[in-house]
């Protein structure tokens, strides 16, 4: 008897490509977002996505994976034109942010269930009226725990993955509590780990329980400079060796996870070239340009490319 094809497809808002059509990819980053917790700094500016994505390109960068999940304000409809005019292959996803990212009226819509089939259409036929389909499923945790609304929000999540095989990124708070997500993802919820991506595993940096972490099977992400004074950006590169060392070099991701205005390159902040301008040669002193080329290209693809059900 034949064994049956798998073919693996990454799920972009112009459609399923291959996944090693990616190109140089920033494996989580934001073209549009806003949020109570960060009134003023919004980004919803069309003209400035397209700046930074053609900034981007010149650096080198061929595609980008938003994290942005539901009610944050996406713009999906505008992603599509995006793509097209800039030649970089975006990426959309589903999913819920911590319940701080959203009125109390907004998740009122929610407590009653709703939440799996939400994420299942808007990975299947589109987010909103736009007909943009996400490709991936994007939750959170919370600083060294889960409350609630992140359990519930796992729990649709991997509803969600098992219906469609979606990929599940999970926003990890500071760093940290990668291991209750796995717990619960993992185990109870049973999402395959290979099916699971840890974001911002820099924030956190305890080498144990990155080696832990990846020791699960899940992809790591080590996604943006950090926000201020914080001892990580210069414990990254070690820590990326280190898993390299260990045997992971093939679930390592990179982002650069532009978050506001002001953050953007074009307003003067670090924005999604500094993840090829500096990050890219920085790591290469650690672990050589090899490894960093296959994590920028040939990661993503496996992160991120799945059977689509
Ligand atoms: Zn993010």
New binding site residues.
């Given amino acids: 008897m034949k064994e049956k094809q798998t073919v693996r497809r990454v799920r972009t808002v112009l459609g399923d490509i291959d996944p090693a059509g990616l190109g140089a990819c920033d494996a989580?980053d934001?073209l549009f977002l806003r949020s109570p917790q960060l009134p003023g700094q919004e980004l919803d500016s069309a003209d400035a996505a397209a700046a930074e994505r053609a900034a981007f390109r010149a650096a080198g960068g061929r595609s980008v994976v938003q994290?942005t999940p539901h009610g944050m304000g996406r713009c999906a409809g505008r992603l599509t034109e995006l793509s097209r005019a800039t030649g970089v292959h975006l990426v959309a996803a589903t999913g819920l942010h911590q319940a701080a990212h959203y009125t109390p009226e907004f998740l009122d819509r929610f407590r009653a269930g709703g939440l799996t089939d939400l994420f299942i259409r808007e990975l299947t036929e589109g987010i909103g009226e736009s007909g943009v389909r996400a490709g991936l499923i994007k939750v959170a945790g919370g600083f060294h725990g889960l409350d609630g609304h992140a359990r519930r929000t796992m729990a649709a999540a991997a509803e969600a993955h098992h219906a469609t095989g979606a990929p599940i990124a999970v926003?990890l708070e500071l760093g940290t509590g990668a291991l209750d997500v796995l717990d619960l993802l993992c185990g109870a919820l049973a999402v395959p780990p290979h099916r699971v991506i840890l974001?911002h595993l820099n924030r956190a940096p305890d080498l144990t329980g990155q080696l832990q972490a990846a020791e699960s099977g899940a992809h790591l992400a080590f996604?943006g400079p950090s926000r201020s004074h914080h001892a990580t950006d210069w414990r990254m590169p070690d820590a990326v060796r280190s898993l390299a060392e260990a045997g992971f070099g093939d679930r390592l991701l990179l982002g650069g996870?532009t978050?506001t205005a002001a953050a953007q390159s074009v307003d003067g902040g670090p924005g999604m070239p500094y993840l090829l301008r500096r990050v890219r040669p920085r790591l290469a002193l650690a672990v050589g340009d090899e490894l960093v080329e296959r994590i920028l290209t040939v990661n993503p693809g496996r992160a991120f490319g799945v059977e689509w059900a």
Avoid: L
Wanted: glycine share 12%.
């Fill in positions: 989580h934001h994290w926003h974001g996604d996870d978050t």
